[in-house]
């Protein structure tokens, strides 16, 4: 990094409130060791204070992996630790936040239902298809649908080019809800399309989350998007506070355009994610397009969140695509788009990741940028290949945040011993987030496989089960292996022992990350 970009990152907003919290952080441990110091009797309480909470974390019905990692850290300070676990522990969700979920849901409830003779048809020729669509329905309250096409955009230059034909096409509605936007080529020629609709009468509407944006977009760009006629919001802003809901991020990337094509998958709106800038080499990524009945999840994903601060919320009903809209689409498979929320107990977006897995017969083949894994999921991936099926996991070669690949790369030993096969795009980044199964199931979406992701972003995906995309996912996964280096255990096994080690202790702390 040359000088003139390390002075950018460290007078950077975002590195203004990092200070900000971390000042706070050690006003408070300062004065707690100063009383600690001063009380022998202050000193007590906080470490049967730690006791206490240890003794909680253990009987808590939470993930162990995340428990571990606490009980270690109280352990290594117990002055601090349980001060620390009381503040930021327990993986907590303001209690505004998880009512204010829970009204948005119920108002959902109201307005969708789901197509019983779909669910039994699923059922009569697949039951692992049906446990996992019934699931999705009963846990993420999002039905599964027919007269649906699926189209899959195998990269972000194929995701731009048919973005912009889509959003030229709009007559009534557009919502974007993305991660990350910056100013760019892509970014900037989809405002263009976004500005000549609101001239003509569309009503236009984006939400982007304020961390992903931070160190993209000027803090006031949402005004700047205002003035040019779109309704914008920012996500969950970012506040210089030691506040633990800093950490429940917008990760979702939703298009929706009247109510007759839905959008998502792994590629925000930046540059580099159709590779017209180059961060970390070659940018591998995909998305996944709809169009038809199960569009309307994908609405009430956008409402839910658009409505979350309104006073008067939107009829949900004046944004359903007429009945007969999709009477000329042919039948393509079943599709089921869905969402988790770090503000209820049931993680979705894993469970349906083990899901996957544990109904494999032949073959799973999985992408993701990040893998961090807990003990559920990794037990999953281990069994899977004991039982001979084809477990492959492919990861970038090019890390976008060298300490978290260290973290993915200290899964390597115990997955490949136990028969997975890994692979590394050596080209540059997979930023993909995907599964596909014994050419049947796959889901498509913003789910990494990793702590944040499982439990603490909002995420969302799309299920399908025997359409086109299915197809077309494995074969460019295929395709892409060609492009890539197995990691196989000796050689995995001959890298530096103190490298290992390091991996290991990181592998050890990455819930708490």
């Given amino acids: 990094m040359n000088l003139k970009k390390l002075v950018s990152v460290l007078t950077s907003k975002t590195a203004f409130v990092a200070y900000l ?144 034909e889509e959003l030229k096409k709009a007559k009534k509605f557009i919502f974007l809800e993305y991660f990350i936007i910056e100013e760019g080529i892509m970014w900037n020629t989809i405002l263009d399309v976004l500005v000549e609709k609101v001239k003509q009468g569309v009503d236009v509407r984006l939400m982007y989350d304020d961390a992903g944006c931070i160190p993209k977009l000027d803090p006031d760009y949402y005004k700047t998007i205002q003035a040019l006629g779109i309704k914008c919001k920012v996500f969950n802003p ?27 998958g792994g590629i925000n709106l930046a540059d580099e994610y159709m590779n017209a800038k180059t961060v970390y080499g070659h940018w591998k990524d995909c ?13 009430l994903m956008f409402l839910q969140f658009w409505n979350y601060d309104e006073k008067v919320c939107d009829d949900y009903l004046l944004y359903k695509a007429d009945a007969h809209a999709f009477d000329d689409l042919s039948d393509d498979g079943y599709v089921q788009p869905f969402s988790d929320s770090p503000t209820d107990d049931e993680h979705v977006g894993e469970n349906i990741h083990i899901s996957l897995v544990n109904a494999a017969n032949r073959y799973i083949f999985i ?96 299920w399908m089960y025997e359409s086109r995309a299915v197809m077309d996912l494995k074969a460019d996964y295929l395709k892409t292996l060609e492009k890539c280096e197995e990691i196989t255990y000796e050689k995995y096994m001959k890298s530096n022992i103190l490298r290992r080690a390091y991996r290991s202790i990181l592998s050890l702390f990455s819930p708490l990350l």
């Fill in 238 to 264: 970012i506040q210089a506070k030691l506040a633990i809901q800093m950490n429940n991020r917008d990760h979702r990337k939703i298009v929706v355009i009247d109510g007759l094509v839905g959008v998502t």
């Fill in 287 to 299: 998305s996944i397009m709809i169009r038809g009945e199960a569009v309307w999840n994908f609405t």
């Fill in 367 to 462: 992408q993701t940028p990040y893998l961090v894994l807990d003990n559920e999921m990794k037990t999953s991936l281990e069994l899977a290949a004991k039982c001979g099926v084809d477990v492959r996991i492919m990861v970038p070669h090019i890390p976008d945040k060298k300490f978290v690949f260290e973290v993915t790369r200290a899964n390597y030993r115990s997955l490949l011993k136990n028969g997975v096969k890994i692979y590394e795009y050596t080209p540059g980044f997979v930023h993909a987030k995907t599964m596909v199964t014994d050419d049947k199931l796959a889901v498509i979406g913003t789910i990494n496989l990793d702590f944040r992701s499982y439990y603490l972003h909002y995420e969302c995906g799309v």
């Fill in 21 to 164: 919290i971390l000042l706070q952080l050690l006003f408070l441990l300062s004065v707690v060791s100063i009383l600690s110091a001063y009380s022998r009797f202050i000193n007590q309480i906080l470490n049967l204070l730690s006791i206490v909470m240890v003794i909680y974390i253990m009987n808590k019905d939470e993930n162990p992996s995340y428990k571990l990692a606490w009980i270690v850290v109280i352990m290594l300070v117990p002055i601090f630790g349980g001060l620390l676990y009381l503040l930021f522990g327990g993986q907590k969700v303001p209690k505004a936040l998880m009512r204010r979920d829970h009204e948005s849901q119920l108002n959902v409830h109201r307005i969708i239902s789901q197509d019983k003779q779909i669910m039994q048809e699923i059922r009569d020729q697949d039951e692992n298809a049906y446990k996992q669509a019934n699931y999705l329905w009963k846990n993420a309250d999002f039905p599964v649908y027919k007269r649906t096409q699926t189209t899959f955009l195998p990269s972000g230059e194929v995701k731009f080019e048919r973005l912009v």
